[in-house]
T-cell receptor, first 115, second 111 residues
Framework: GAVVSQHPSWVICKSGTSVKIECRSL??????MFWYRQFPKQSLMLMAT?????????EQGVEKDKFLINHASLTLSTLTVTSAHPEDSSFYIC???????????FGPGTRLLVL | AQTVTQSQPEMSVQEAETVTLSCTYD???????LFWYKQPPSRQMILVIR??????QNATENRFSVNFQKAAKSFSLKISDSQLGDAAMYFC????????FGTGTSLTVIP
């Protein structure tokens, strides 16, 4: 149980294009989903927290107009990187949890390369 | 503010031996959970073990166990009979009103 999928696993795009990443909780309903960015050999950096049907809460320094998050249902959240640039290249990970103080379950991550 | 500290950036252990990874945290909350996550080279984050702060008994999951010292705000992970597949980054995490990760410990298992 507690499986989270993430799609795509790999994406290469040209600078200036937009990329959408999907995160789904497959066998549970997630009250909250999280989006992280991870640089090599570093810890996870929280980008935003989203609750179903509500606007996402972004961490300081994260551009909300660049990283659009939609949490349309209890099992699906999407992250859209708009007008991607090479500095947006990174590993993006989503996670989901059932309730406050519960464990987060992570998707397998998406490697984004912007050329 | 809550913080999670992992003071060992790298650790190594001989196969079949035991290793302990350290984690300390700072909080003023009384209701919280603690976790250890494993991130192997595939980069998939895997929940290893969890501990509820209100429980005095240390959590155990097969070869993985914790030493939870609430007063000292310490939450170490012990891996017994280490296997090659245990090689990974290990992250300590805290959740109360917010969720915090430590900086991670890279574990190498020597055959």
């Amino acid at each position: 149980g507690a499986v989270v999928s993430q799609h795509p696993s790999w994406v290469i795009c040209k600078s200036g294009t937009s990329v959408k990443i999907e995160c789904r909780s497959l066998d549970f309903q997630a009250t909250t989903m999280f989006w992280y960015r991870q640089f090599p050999k570093q810890s996870l950096m929280l980008m935003a927290t989203s609750n179903e049907g509500s606007k996402a809460t972004y961490e300081q320094g994260v551009e909300k107009d660049k990283f659009l998050i939609n949490h349309a249902s209890l099992t699906l959240s999407t992250l859209t990187v708009t007008s991607a640039h090479p500095e947006d290249s990174s590993f993006y990970i989503c996670s989901a949890r059932v309730g406050k103080r519960m464990a987060q379950y992570f998707g397998p991550g998406t490697r984004l390369l912007v050329l | 503010a809550q913080t999670v500290t992992q003071s060992q950036p790298e650790m190594s252990v001989q196969e079949a031996e035991t290793v302990t990874l350290s984690c300390t945290y700072d909080t003023s909350e009384s209701d919280y959970y603690l976790f250890w996550y494993k991130q192997p080279p595939s980069r998939q984050m895997i929940l290893v073990i969890r501990q509820e702060a209100y429980k005095q008994q240390n959590a155990t999951e097969n070869r993985f166990s914790v030493n939870f010292q609430k007063a000292a705000k310490s939450f170490s992970l012990k891996i017994s009979d280490s296997q090659l597949g245990d090689a990974a980054m290990y992250f300590c995490a805290y959740t109360g009103n917010q969720f915090y990760f430590g900086t991670g410990t890279s574990l190498t298992v020597i055959p």
